[in-house]
């Protein structure tokens, strides 16, 4: 079952193959924060799941970019 939270879903919730813009990052930490921001994963940006097994492999902008799920999680997007 999917949550919602603030109107959107984690990206690990979605399918691979789905689209969704990002909402906002929920890091808890500056450094994940930092290193999110540094590769592009900003509010606002389109993201696509590639994939979700064996890693997590989205895509923002012209960036793929593969992350566990911990900090996958950090990412609340809204399925368009």
Known sequence: MMAV???GVFLT???AGEKATILKINAKDR??????????VLP???VT????FP???FKVGN???AADEAISK????LKN
């Open 5 to 7: 939270r603030d109107g």
């Open 55 to 57: 890693s997590l492999v």
């Open 13 to 15: 919730e979605l399918k």
């Open 74 to 77: 950090n990412i609340l997007v």
């Open 44 to 46: 606002g940006m389109q």
């Open 63 to 65: 960036t793929r970019i």
């Open 49 to 52: 799941l590639m994939q979700k």
């Open 31 to 40: 450094k994940t924060l930092n290193k999110l921001m540094a590769l592009g």
